[in-house]
């Protein structure tokens, strides 16, 4: 079982920054993919941004320049540094990981989800 545990969501003007963590925990032999989807309302989850084992990044285009995605491996931990929020990104953010478990099982483990919300 590997776990992961969201935090740092919350309301945020527009213009605003917010920083979200996601730790790993469990039974985990190594995480090649870690990051973010979201969902508004109405809508389906899309992917925001992963980052790879190595360190290459992808983007929603929506994002490019202003969210930026990062990695302590060590710590089995991803953060989500959002700037310039924009109502738009208002939603439920998960936390995805895929990799290995100690027993070299694949997984594929999402968070609870923590709620980001970009209003004046």
């Known amino acids: 079982q590997v776990q992961l545990v969201e935090s740092g969501g919350g309301l945020v003007q527009p213009g605003g920054s917010l920083r979200l963590s996601c730790a790993a925990s469990g039974s985990i032999f190594s995480i090649n993919v870690m990051g973010w989807y979201r969902q508004a309302p109405g809508k389906q989850r899309e992917l925001v941004s992963v980052m790879q084992s190595g360190g290459s990044t992808n983007y929603a285009d929506s994002v490019k320049g202003r969210f930026t995605i990062s990695r302590d491996n060590a710590k089995n931990t991803v953060y989500l540094q959002m700037n310039s929020l924009k109502p738009e990104d208002t939603g439920v953010y998960y936390c995805?990981?895929?990799?290995?478990?100690?027993?070299?099982?694949?997984?594929?483990?999402w968070g609870q989800g923590t709620q980001v919300t970009v209003s004046s």
């Open positions: 995805n990981a895929l990799g290995f478990t100690a027993t070299m099982r694949n997984f594929a483990s």
